[in-house]
């Protein structure tokens, strides 16, 4: 008999590497029980040691696609990444604004691990000022914290100041991932605008975590949208996150990506 599953868009930019971006978005998506879909920003060149190029797409075709997309799919959560000019944050912005997405997650891709840049400076202003309004949770690593709030981040007390300052902008929640560069290492934050939750975790030293910020995110929208509290929906994406950073995959000559599927049997 046909099935009904719950449906989740990711907004994003394609990485050819498939560890990354719009490909990680949909495996962790699928992988925590979700239908995904995908409108594509931007097509980057890129594999686990760098950048080498990057396609903007016109804003008409994205235009297109999230037309496409709303007209024949109930969403029950949206995730963004990599939009990279002010045009495309207009663009998503006038597209999902009368929608009223309930559960729009916010991921603030500005660099990739690399060092490419993947927002232009002149489009952090439209990201503060239209995009993270609509936002139910952003997501942002250390760098993107400190890039959208102004503050040096070494400490759980840095990142409760920038939380406050980047919960200014009009998001419902901040949950700043503290990855390795945080003195409490392997530690999140979450603010609500009146609380603080502190999802700690196991640091796992490994060079193998292309496209972590990308996975949280989408795992995150994923429980989001099957009805979990925030609280419960970002420990179940640090867990997921956490597995597939245990079992990262040694492919490449770089860094290489984490294991979406580390739970399926292969021979």
Known sequence: MPQTIKQVLTIAGSDSGGGAGIQADLKAMSANGVFAMSVITAVTAQNTEEVTDVFELPPSIIASQLDAVFDDFDIAAVKTGMLSSTAIIETVVKLLTPQKVAFLVVDPVMVSKSGHPLLRPEAVNAMKAQLLPLA?????????????????????????????????FGC????????????????????????????????????????????????????????????????????????????????????????????????
């Open 136 to 168: 139910f949770v952003v997501t942002p690593n250390i760098h993107e914290a400190q890039q959208l709030s102004g503050i040096q981040i070494t400490s759980l007390a840095d990142a409760r100041r920038a939380a406050k300052i980047i919960h200014g």
């Open 172 to 267: 419902k929640h901040v949950l700043i991932k503290g990855g390795h560069l945080l003195s409490e290492r392997a530690t999140d934050l979450l603010y609500d605008g009146r609380f603080f939750n502190v999802l700690k975790g196991e640091f796992i030293e490994t060079s193998h975590t292309h496209g972590t910020g990308c996975t949280f995110a989408s795992a995150l929208a994923a429980h989001l949208a099957r009805g979990r509290s925030v609280l419960d929906a970002a420990q179940a994406a640090k867990t997921y996150v956490s597995q597939a950073i245990r079992h990262g995959l040694a492919i490449g000559h770089g860094h290489g990506p984490t294991d979406h599927f580390y739970f399926l049997e292969r021979d």
